[in-house]
């Protein structure tokens, strides 16, 4: 092939492996020009300042980074997704990032109502144009099994290609069909975890090909003791100095693939009912901070 | 799901699923998560011939995404607030049961349960003149409370035979026979049958622990897979057809603490998006031996801990109930 010079030249280097592949894939395989392509690959917006205080300098996610939040029923995860998606949706000019976010919901919980009363509370003049220009940002995109899952995650190669400004992938819950997914795998643990754990691995390619940031939740299902009806035969044990209630559940593919894992919890306080605690920990460091949070009616304030 | 055989999609032909499957690739999945260069070459079927079978079995069988902003153009048509008629219940909720959502009644025997839901029943088929289908799965329904509910609103009896026609009554007594009830729902909306399937509104289960409870428990994981099914046919029955679901569901022990929880575990707390928890109130003696505390555990869109009395005797009967002793005298 003949060097061109400028962007072309950059792009077809034998330096890139990665990105001359991608640029092949999203070529033959979606609509998209070599510019929107490079804007994704060069320096974007960086995505630090998503959340100040939760990630702090050293460990702010970047492109490529997978997160878990995963808590009991009723403990903020939810609500700290609508609060980085209004983050990432608002405008500049209002103190967001002006990224497109695109939403999994596995579980039919996504509430557009509550988000958008997050964001009219944080738009300085709120006005039906422009909170409709702010979702205008996000995608919704709702799953009704595993496999439909695995195979809407292959489907969004061709729309990350087209919409570079898409970095924020959110996935509300990647632990949904867990019981679904036990019963109809098989008798093996690992061909019932086999699509749980093809899903992961595709999410990690995402993440790492089309430099996003994934955020996901996973329930927290399995009781506390050791002798509990739910939980699977073999537990791992608990790590003992960590004050938080985790049991691992899902295939060992996702829990290697985590960079960050977030637990939530409400705390039982007899002042403020409605206090929450976060402890983000980061298992190949193995470093623990905790914050305190609120939920308020607009949305997740931290103290 | 996903078994690749001809005529799945345009473009593929018998020859070309067996070259496949002579190369292990028998589903959708499959094909979508081979290399497709690999394959093109091993079964010597055309590169371009292989994209464009995946892009269109993806098209197919993959979820779509959507805007944002349509979503919620779509959402302000179609969401609708729902009174629960009674005034302490419909503060709690926020103005009452959203359509699109599971709200969960709890509380232990004798705390009112079924009386709350009879009461939403018999108010959304009169006030609001809607349908209501009532899936009972433990022989609480009885319709000469729902006839007396019904006079203490009306003294009408054509308006009371409307409203008693507006309410459909189920009977499951497993989770076959829920689900099945459910299904017969869908089917009949979709079919648009018209008259009593046509608007309903509400889907009321009283209770839900009553078919799922006797799965639960020792290791079996079908009983697990069985209650998340019939939470994905819930939760999917309110978002696509504009529903407002309510359930009821008992209390047990936390075995570690002793504290009072939902019953049905942890993978069902995540289901309902509300959850009100009706209690009895200590010390209230003879004169409020009817009253009970509803108290809010969890909402998307309040603060939780609120509390409300709600009175039994009076419950959805004391606005009307009043005007027409008015009437009376």
Redesign the interface.
């Known amino acids: 092939m003949a060097p061109r010079g400028g962007l072309a030249g950059r792009l077809w280097s034998p330096n890139s492996v990665d990105s001359g592949r991608l640029a092949e894939k999203c070529l033959t395989g979606a609509v998209g020009t070599v510019e929107m392509l490079l804007a994704r690959l060069e320096g974007r917006r960086s995505l630090k300042e998503i959340e100040p205080h939760l990630f702090a300098d050293e460990d702010s996610p970047v492109q490529g980074d997978i997160l878990e939040f995963h808590g009991a029923e009723g403990t903020g995860k939810t609500e700290m997704l609508y609060h980085l998606t209004a983050r990432c949706i608002l405008p500049k000019s209002e103190g967001g990032l002006d990224l497109e976010v695109l939403f999994i919901d596995t579980d039919y919980h996504f509430d557009m109502l509550r988000l958008v009363t997050i964001l009219e509370h944080r738009l300085s003049q709120s006005s039906e144009e422009r909170i409709k220009h702010c979702l205008g940002r996000l995608f919704l995109v709702s799953c009704s099994s595993s496999t439909q899952l695995l195979l809407t995650l292959h489907a969004l190669e061709a729309m990350l290609c087209s919409h570079p400004a898409l970095c924020i992938l959110i996935l509300d819950s990647l632990s949904a069909f867990y019981w679904t997914d036990r019963v109809n795998g098989g008798e093996s643990v690992s061909s019932q975890e086999a699509v749980q754990r093809r899903c992961a691995q595709v999410l990690e390619r995402l993440a790492r090909e089309y430099r996003l940031v994934l955020f996901t939740t996973t329930q927290s299902i399995m009781q506390k003791a050791w002798t509990s009806p739910e939980g699977p035969s073999a537990t791992t044990q608990r790590p003992s100095k960590q004050d938080v209630d985790y049991r691992p559940y899902l295939c060992k593919a996702w829990q290697q693939v985590v960079k960050q894992r977030v637990f939530f919890s409400k705390q039982e306080d007899s002042q403020s009912c409605r206090q929450f605690l976060l402890v983000s920990h980061h298992p190949k460091s193995n470093t623990s901070k905790k914050h305190s949070f609120v939920i308020g009616e607009s949305g997740v304030e931290f103290r | 799901?996903?078994m690749l055989r001809a005529g799945l999609c345009p473009g593929l032909t018998e020859e070309m699923v067996q070259l496949l499957r002579s190369h292990r690739i028998k589903t959708?999945?499959d094909l979508?998560?081979a290399d497709l260069e690999e394959v093109a070459q091993k079964c010597g079927l055309s590169y371009k011939a292989l994209?464009a079978l995946k892009?269109v079995?993806?098209?197919q069988?993959?979820?779509?995404?959507?805007?944002?902003?349509d979503?919620?153009?779509e959402?302000k048509t179609s969401?609708a607030i729902l009174s629960t008629g009674i005034g302490s219940l419909d503060k709690l909720l926020d103005a009452g049961l959203y359509t699109g959502?599971v709200t969960e009644i709890v509380g232990g025997p004798g705390s009112g349960k079924t009386q709350v839901c009879l009461c939403v029943a018999a108010h959304v088929a009169h006030s609001l003149h809607q349908n209501v289908l009532y899936i009972d799965s433990n022989g609480g329904l009885t319709a000469s409370r729902l006839l007396q509910l019904l006079q203490c609103r009306t003294r009408d009896e054509e308006e009371q035979a409307g409203a008693l026609r507006r309410i459909q009554v189920a009977h499951a007594f497993d989770i076959f026979q829920m689900l099945d009830r459910l299904h017969d729902l869908r089917g009949a909306v979709a079919q648009q049958v018209s008259g009593s399937s046509g608007t309903v509104k509400v889907v009321i289960v009283d209770s839900v622990t009553a078919v799922v409870s006797p799965l639960?428990?020792?290791?079996q994981?079908?009983g697990?897979?069985l209650?998340?099914?019939l939470?994905?046919e819930l939760?999917?029955l309110?978002?696509d057809l504009g529903i407002a679901v309510m359930v009821t569901n008992h209390i047990t022990r936390d075995?570690?603490s002793g504290r009072l929880k939902p019953a049905l575990?942890?993978?069902w707390?995540?289901?309902p998006?509300t959850r009100v928890l009706l209690d009895s109130i200590e010390g209230a003696g003879t004169a409020g031996r009817s009253q009970r505390m509803a108290c809010l555990?969890?909402s998307?869109?309040q603060?939780?801990?609120l509390q409300e009395v709600v009175d039994i005797r009076t419950w959805g009967t004391s606005e009307q109930g009043a005007a027409l002793q008015e009437e009376q005298t």
């Open positions: 799901m996903g959708v999945v979508a998560s994209v892009r079995l993806l098209a069988f993959a979820a779509f995404p959507l805007n944002g902003a979503l919620y153009e959402l969401t959502e639960l428990g020792g290791q994981r079908e697990l897979a209650m998340m099914q939470a994905r939760k999917t309110a978002r075995r570690d575990g942890r993978s707390s995540f289901v998006s555990t969890k998307p869109r603060p939780t801990g």
